[in-house]
């Protein structure tokens, strides 16, 4: 079984992986976190990318797909680097993310988000056999 812990050190194992953080979404609170948080701690980060997920989910104008398309993950690009901000399906109660920030020089961010997916896959797919 991968776990939370396993899952995020899996994350960190992609290339060009900085930190990751594994979000409640419904309270804003960061469950478990890995990596080096060097603006802010993975508190303040749970809190900050919360708000940005939720002001994403909320706009019409992004959520103006077909039925069922729904919103799986947002995508910001830097200069120096790119944030993945990815939503979990499962069972799980409120809505989990993981924020993951990769370098640009080390990271390739299609690899980066294949990886995401397949990592987060397999949790969700651990906690649904138990």
Do not use: K, W
């Not at 976190?33 to 939720?54: F, I, K, N, P, Y």
């Not at 995401?116 to 138990?130: Q, S």
């Amino acid at each position: 079984m991968l776990g939370i812990d396993g899952c995020l050190q899996r994350i960190m194992d992609i290339p060009g992986a900085r930190c990751a953080t594994l979000v409640d979404g419904a309270s804003g609170l960061a469950i478990a976190g890995a990596g080096t948080h060097d603006l802010v701690d993975q508190h303040e980060d749970a809190a900050g990318t919360t708000d940005v997920v939720r002001a994403v989910l909320a706009c019409p104008a992004l959520a103006s797909g077909r039925d069922g398309d729904d919103i799986v993950e947002i995508v910001v690009l830097g200069t120096g680097g790119y944030h993945l901000l990815h939503l979990v399906n499962g069972d799980f109660d409120g809505r989990l993310f993981v924020h993951a920030l990769f370098d640009d020089d080390s990271g390739n961010l299609a690899m980066s988000r294949y990886r995401l997916r397949e990592i987060l896959l397999e949790l969700t797919e651990d906690g649904r056999e138990h």
